[in-house]
């Protein structure tokens, strides 16, 4: 049920951002969710509705992009995808040391909102 937290991390984020450019309302909300967490897009999406009730987010739509993990290899400084048929080794070198560069984060990306003039 960690979703949640994570709902209401970005829906809170939303509405100072919405609230800092004198939003008229808000249509959509786009968040990336990276690879290796363990967070599952459809449980964003089953929270949202409950998360943005009452708030200047209300009736707006939820957009998740899923953003594919990529490490970097300490070993021979290559970027790569981790897979599974691989042993999440580094194609490259075979090395298992590798940093984390993409994929670990639910962050919000955009707010798309209408702005009074
Ligand atoms: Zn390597």
Redesign the pocket.
């Known amino acids: 049920m960690h979703e949640m937290s994570y709902v209401i991390r970005f829906v809170n984020m939303a509405i100072e951002t919405a609230q800092s450019q004198n939003a008229k309302s808000v249509e959509s909300l786009v968040v990336e969710v990276g690879e290796m967490t363990s967070v599952l897009p459809m449980y964003l999406h089953k929270y949202y509705p409950q998360a943005i009730k009452n708030t200047i987010l209300e009736g707006s739509q939820l957009k998740t992009i899923v953003v594919k993990s990529k490490v970097e290899?300490l070993?021979?400084?290559?970027h790569y995808h981790p897979e599974r048929s691989h042993q999440y080794l580094?194609p490259?070198?075979?090395?298992a040391m590798g940093r984390i560069l993409e994929g670990r984060d639910v962050r919000l990306k955009e707010v798309h909102m209408t702005i009074d003039d």
């Open positions: 290899c070993s021979c400084h290559a580094c490259v070198c075979q090395s």
